[in-house]
């Protein structure tokens, strides 16, 4: 049984219809629906406006069959790799950005102690505890570095670099190196190098720019079966070999062996992609977000709306701070990036019901600071919202309210299925100082995000037209 012949069946047992009934009011054949109740068969398409209309559904309802109806025909690494995103966004969403409850003050004994004349350590806690007093004793050097090649889908060392940067403890450089999967061409979405994304993103965005990750391509990523230690991390005061399964690990601290792993990083690191561009330079941002817009094509999700497309030049000339460092160059680049939004034939905007509100309390912007562009006046908050509006109800933009814990409110995404994805941290990022925008190119990565953003529209992570118009209405009226 399909998920769609099960919510079609719940609609059925709601609206207290039988198979027969159905049948004869909508004229389908009682066997055709019965096997599609059953998922033997897919319905025609041409039948949905009749199973809709004499099922009474509601706006929401006819949305979801149509989006079950539509989910029978995709692959299902599709599929997946939309809950693998949507994954991502939730977590981000629900992270805890203050700081810490508690924080590691010191430890009780020396690395030097702990490890003895030991070499080997066996053991998932063992090797855990090993990977924790390395990066606390790396950490309180003012140089502070870590390079490795350890995937990271291992959740606890994962977990500890997030915390490390969470709670401000440390600005380590870290470079990693990560194996991607060559084995998928073409339109598929690989799942592995996806996942891979996924885990380091919030790295990424908690780091300051301190942590830099590269990729190469393998046609092999699963076990290494001529190396009981393949994968590495170096520090100043040693090296540590990891093994597949991440339960044993081999400890080495002569001086010439962490030389000698030390070049070889360097030599893998200049075979190697950078997957991660960081910048906070406001002009850099403009390009970026220009660099992940087609020609024919804008896709973005925020907390707020993308008002771009009813910006023109007097517009921009009247926001922008006219004191601020390279004022010409930022003008000429918002002016080319906002005609670029007006000839889009595709504009997609996501945004929050709680940003909404707060651009209609302070007319502020989200992705542009107040030091650079001053806070809208009433009037013309109401003007924008009125037009963004009317462009979401004729259907000449793509624009829906997300539901809560859909994607977090400090960050901006812009996609394109082949130019790059755009990450955006806004002002409602706490980190003041670590307000940037990452970006990446690797294609089958931004199809993945380019393909999550595109199912949003008929999925139930968002509104439907109609109610995100009403809710805009609404909050002009109020105003």
């Not at 029978?72 to 809950?83: L, M, P, Y």
């Not at 992609?273 to 941002?285: C, F, W």
Request: proline share 4%; with cysteine.
């Amino acid at each position: 049984m399909t998920v769609f012949s099960e919510y079609l069946r719940e609609l059925m047992q709601a609206k207290q219809m039988t198979v027969s009934e159905l049948s004869r009011l909508s004229g389908i054949e009682r066997t055709q629906l019965s096997r599609a109740l059953t998922g033997k068969r897919v319905l025609p398409y041409r039948v949905l406006d009749e199973l809709i209309f004499h099922l009474k559904l509601t706006p929401g309802e006819e949305k979801m069959l149509r989006f079950y109806y539509d989910a029978q025909f995709e692959k299902e690494g599709i599929r997946r790799s939309r809950e693998i995103i949507s994954r991502l966004f939730d977590n981000l969403a629900c992270i805890n950005l203050s700081a810490p409850v508690f924080a590691e003050t010191r430890l009780l004994m020396s690395l030097d102690e702990y490890a003895g004349d030991r070499f080997v350590f066996n053991g998932e806690m063992n090797v855990q505890y090993l990977l924790r007093m390395i990066l606390t004793e790396e950490m309180i050097r003012s140089d502070a570095r870590l390079e490795m090649t350890v995937p990271p889908f291992g959740e606890f060392l994962t977990g500890e670099l997030i915390h490390r940067y969470l709670d401000h403890k440390t600005t380590m450089e870290i470079s990693q190196i990560i194996c991607f999967d060559a084995a998928s061409t073409g339109t598929d979405i690989n799942l592995h190098n996806l996942e891979c994304l996924c885990r380091i993103l919030p790295i990424c965005l908690l780091s300051r720019q301190h942590y830099h990750p590269y990729y190469y391509y393998d046609s092999n990523v699963s076990t290494r079966y001529t190396d009981p230690f393949p994968y590495f991390l170096i520090t100043h005061s040693c090296v540590l070999c990891i093994s597949e399964t991440g339960t044993s690990a081999m400890l080495m601290r002569s001086g010439d062996v962490i030389s000698y792993y030390r070049r070889h990083f360097r030599m893998l690191q200049n075979q190697c992609y950078s997957l991660i561009h960081y910048t906070t330079n406001p002009l850099e941002i403009l390009k970026s977000y220009q660099a992940c817009t087609e020609e024919d094509g804008f896709y973005m999700v925020m907390d707020q709306p993308c008002f771009g497309r009813f910006y023109g030049d007097d517009f921009v000339s009247a926001y922008l701070r006219k004191g601020i460092p390279g004022y010409e160059q930022i003008f000429k680049a918002a002016t080319e990036r906002f005609a670029l939004l007006q000839r889009v034939s595709r504009f997609y905007t996501f945004f929050s019901e709680a940003g909404l509100k707060r651009f209609m309390q302070d007319g502020t912007l989200d992705d542009y600071p107040v030091e650079i562009v001053e806070a809208f006046s009433p009037k013309e908050r109401v003007r924008l919202m009125k037009k963004l509006s009317a462009a979401i109800q004729s259907g000449d933009i793509t624009g829906r309210i997300f539901r809560e814990g859909t994607f977090p409110d400090y960050l901006a995404m812009c996609t394109s299925a082949e130019k790059g994805i755009g990450f955006f941290t806004t002002s409602q990022f706490p980190f003041a100082d670590g307000l940037c925008s990452v970006q990446i190119k690797e294609s089958n990565i931004c199809r993945a995000f380019h393909s999550w953003m595109m199912y949003l529209p008929g999925s139930n992570l968002v509104m439907t037209a109609q109610e995100t118009v009403d809710r805009m209405e609404n909050m002009v009226q109020i105003r």
